[in-house]
């Protein structure tokens, strides 16, 4: 598969624009965020974080946050796939979206950017029944190369209600066992080396309120997590036991984070009746 390299500051939307962009998903969304602090716009980091379903409501959220106020565009490693989407790919281009291979990674760490990554990729938002908030690396450890090779400390971050916005009335597995899939199969879609990667990229079908595929209006909460420090793994960016090591390290401090902000969304009374209605249905 070919990938495309392209100049990474094409075209970048200002933080006033972004945030103007964004501004009906907070509406309808009305997030909060913990943890900003831990940004320093001083000193780049790799920003770690889980793929909630689809994977496109709560990250442009996130970034428009952290540009507004931290004054910093994150650039989010994007998988490949976007980029096979004529207009899609030129809007992720706009508000600092990079194609992710390790090539652009090295180059933007390079330039001391900010950096955002998430490891689960396509395969955690093609989320399966029950994968809610549950982190789908396989054996994944290329970020924490990246971050060792580059001295890029890493911060661990969480997004809670994206997952529960949907109820998924189909997955791939579900479908590939269906006369569709069999017939995908058939002409070669379902290929491991293929377009949907065996299935992996394969989207539920779902429901959000009532029927429709319009999601219901779930409150969104971010967390960032302490920084964690890869200088004890100086040097060993290909060594497998200490990629392991970090992987760990940082799939932990996700979780713990997701964790906390379930409690505190449990312990969340200000949604409003409304909100409460349409998130029931």
Not at 143 to 156: D, Q, R, T, V, W
Not at 226 to 250: N, S
């Amino acid at each position: 598969m070919a990938y495309r390299h392209k100049p990474f500051d094409t075209d970048l939307l200002s933080a006033d624009q972004l945030w103007r962009l964004t501004a009906p998903l907070r509406l309808y969304f009305s997030p909060r965020f913990y943890g900003l602090d831990k940004i320093d716009p001083a000193k780049p980091t790799l920003l770690v974080g889980n793929h909630t379903i689809y994977g496109v409501l709560d990250v442009p959220l996130l970034i428009a946050k952290i540009y507004r106020d931290k004054g910093i565009l994150i650039r989010t490693l994007a998988d490949h796939a976007h980029y096979d989407i004529p207009g899609w790919r030129s809007m992720l281009d706009r508000i600092g979206g990079v194609e992710g291979t390790r090539e652009n990674c090295s180059m933007l760490m390079e330039r001391r950017d900010h950096v955002m990554v998430f490891p689960g990729g396509a395969r955690e938002v093609s989320k399966r029944k029950g994968e809610q908030y549950q982190l789908t690396w396989k054996r994944r450890t290329g970020f924490c190369s990246m971050a060792i090779k580059h001295g890029y400390n890493i911060l661990p971050f969480a997004a809670v209600g994206p997952d529960d916005m949907y109820d998924i009335v189909l997955d791939a597995e579900d479908i590939m066992r269906s006369p569709v899939g069999k017939l995908m199969k058939k002409v070669g879609l379902l290929e491991k080396d293929g377009f949907l990667r065996g299935g992996d990229i394969l989207m539920p079908v779902t429901r959000g309120v009532g029927l429709s595929m319009l999601p219901r209006p779930e409150r969104f909460y971010f967390a960032i997590g302490d920084e964690i420090d890869v200088a004890p793994y100086r040097g060993r960016e290909d060594d497998e036991d200490a990629l392991f090591d970090l992987r760990d390290q940082v799939a932990f401090a996700i979780q713990d984070k997701i964790s906390e902000m379930l409690t505190v969304r449990e312990q969340d009374k200000n949604q409003g009746v409304l909100r409460k209605l349409l998130t029931s249905l």
